[in-house]
Structures are given as structure tokens and as C-alpha cells.
Nanobody
Framework: QVQLVESGGGLVQAGGSLRLSCAASGRTFSRRNMGWFRQAPGKEREFVAAITWNSYTYFADSVKGRCSISRDNTKNTVDLQMNNLKPEDTAVYYC?????????????????WGQGTQVTVSS
């Protein structure tokens, strides 16, 4: 069974930065594609960023240029660095592990999810 545990969320002022981390356990992490999603109150869960097993990266247009995603296969972690945060980035952020098929930005492509970590950006 795969377990994903997020950390690093918190309260930050607009323009600030946060680094979210996801620790994975279970099946071989180094061969799995990973992603970050977020869900704001009253909204659908949306794609933020993804990283393939061989470190290709993808970003939503809303965060492109402000976020980076990285992985450490020795520690089984995937990090999301967010800079120049805006109030509209306020959401619960979820780490997810993709299955064997499906487009990287679709929720349906992901098999396992963490419990989420709250990010709040004040104006």
C-alpha cells in the first residue's frame, strides 16, 4: 500500500514562498510519476505540477514561472517550491502518485493521494 504524507504548508504573506514536501512509502518510488494538486474552498481539485520518474516536469499555467517541482529518489520525496505566492494560491495542496496510464494533469490518472496540507496566503 502506498502512503503519501505532505508537509510544509502554512500561512504566508503575498509575495512570500513556501516549500511543500511529500514523503512516499510503498511501491518503488523511483519508477513512479508524481503530482501536486490543490483544492480551494468551493472549487474543484486542480492540477498544479507533475514530475515524471525521470524528472520531466509540467506545470499549470496559473503557477508557471512561480513554482518548481523536484524529487529525491534516495529519500522518496517530491517537493513543490512555490514563490511569489498570491492570495488565489490559498488551498489545500495534495500530493499524488500516478498510475500506469493517464494524462499527467488529470485527477483520474492518479491512484494514491495524501491527506493534504493547507496553504494560506494573506494579502
Amino acid at each position: 500500500q502506498v502512503q503519501l504524507v505532505e508537509s510544509g504548508g502554512g500561512l504566508v504573506q503575498a509575495g512570500g514562498s513556501l516549500r511543500l514536501s511529500c514523503a512516499a512509502s510503498g511501491r518503488t518510488f523511483s519508477r513512479r510519476n508524481m503530482g501536486w494538486f490543490r483544492q480551494a474552498p468551493g472549487k474543484e481539485r486542480e492540477f498544479v505540477a507533475a514530475i515524471t520518474w525521470n524528472s520531466y516536469t509540467y506545470f499549470a499555467d496559473s503557477v508557471k514561472g512561480r513554482c518548481s517541482i523536484s524529487r529525491d529518489n534516495t529519500k522518496n520525496t517530491v517537493d513543490l517550491q512555490m514563490n511569489n505566492l498570491k492570495p488565489e494560491d490559498t488551498a489545500v495542496y495534495y500530493c499524488a502518485q500516478r498510475g500506469d496510464s493517464g494524462f499527467y494533469s488529470l485527477r483520474s490518472a492518479y491512484e494514491y493521494w495524501g491527506q493534504g496540507t493547507q496553504v494560506t496566503v494573506s494579502s
